[in-house]
């Protein structure tokens, strides 16, 4: 079961910009379903 | 011939004309203890307060400051000065005066302010005393504008238990005994008068401990704590989970090495109620080994800048 959802203020962003979203939904994949992972991501790097 | 063997008597005499208002020392509410030799400017209270507070949250134990509020009875045990009296014409002579030796009981904060300050018990401390008229009581610093903590010994008694109508409540209590001249000939008194008085003086607080303790069981980098209060064991979940849900607010690192280890991600659980703290396993400072890596709160600076002011955790092997 997932304990809630996660939102980009709960990830370290440096690490997201230099990971692929593969990596990045690999690594968070206990946390969050891997469509709002792929979002948190997209959010991180468009900045 | 220079200062040799010289002594300027003419400073032997201060004037004795007061005006209509001076300085008096008030009924002892407080006692911060600041590291020994720490030296505040005093150029102006609002100067002093932002020399100190950093202090009362620095990340560094042996730099950081120490309050104790509420001091309910001051009782003083200095003894009276040692007396010759000449056996020739009865005349005295005063050749040793004795530490100024003071207890200070509190009773909020019972048993968990014991705890703490029993741990120094023994050693030379600083510390500056607030009194009930807003002032701040210290000694004189190496210049004109800087005060420091006067430095003795201090000692917190054992508890004395509550045993019946005579003593119904348990009494705490902490002793320092101190030279004289850094309270009388180079005091240094800080009004708060005009700053906040008294209401600011008291309300600067400790830090308190927060224990971590294991949510669940850890799998590979996923790490799964709760926090409570060491001290009235209040869940920090409760109060703070969004603003702990940060990866800024925790810290991780290698026991072996001691090098951070690069923390992911931390989210809310509400599961275990506390956190799942997600680190990189391909960090070169991260290891499976079972209790090799230790996790921590942030320092209080960093939490403060959270908004979670007033906490440092102990660390817990993961």
Known sequence: MKATPLHSKNVNAEWAKKHTKAEFVKQHKHLDTEENLKAIHDELNKK | ?318
């Open chain 2, 1 to 318: 011939m220079g200062v040799q063997n010289s002594k300027n008597c003419s400073k032997s005499f201060g004037n004795t004309g007061v005006g209509d208002c001076w300085n008096d020392i008030g009924i002892p509410r407080g006692i911060i203890f600041v590291p020994i030799g720490k030296e505040y400017t005093s150029v102006s209270i609002a100067a002093f307060k932002a020399a100190l507070a950093p202090d009362l949250l620095a990340d560094n134990a042996a730099l950081r400051a120490y309050p104790i509020q509420n001091i309910v009875v001051t009782t003083d045990n200095t003894a009276d000065a040692a007396v010759t009296t000449f056996a020739g014409d009865g005349s005295i002579a005063i050749g040793f005066e004795p530490n100024q030796d003071m207890t200070f009981q509190w009773t909020q904060g019972g048993f968990c302010l014991l705890h703490a300050l029993r741990k120094s018990k023994g050693q030379n401390r600083a510390f500056f005393v607030i009194d009930s008229k807003g002032q701040l009581i210290g000694t004189q610093g190496s210049t004109a504008d800087t005060v420091k903590g006067i430095v003795g010994y201090n000692y917190t008694n054992p508890a004395k238990w509550p045993v019946g109508t005579d003593n119904p409540i348990p009494i705490y209590n902490t002793r320092l005994s101190f030279r004289p001249e850094q309270v009388n000939e180079d005091i240094a008194i800080l009004s708060f008068a005009d700053d906040g008085g008294l209401g600011y003086l008291t309300g600067l607080v400790g830090l308190q401990d927060v224990v971590l303790t294991q949510g669940a069981a850890r799998a590979a980098g996923v790490l799964k704590v709760k926090a409570k209060t060491d001290c009235g064991s209040v869940d920090l979940y409760d109060v703070y989970d969004g603003e702990l849900a940060v990866v800024g607010a925790w810290k991780v690192v290698n026991k072996a090495t001691g090098n951070v280890v690069t923390i992911t991600a931390v989210a809310v659980d509400t599961n275990i109620h506390g956190w799942t703290i997600t680190v990189d396993t391909t960090d070169p400072d991260y290891t499976a080994i079972a209790g090799g890596l230790l996790v921590s709160l942030a320092g209080p600076t960093e939490l403060d800048a959270l908004d979670v002011t007033g906490y440092e955790s102990n660390t817990l092997a993961q």
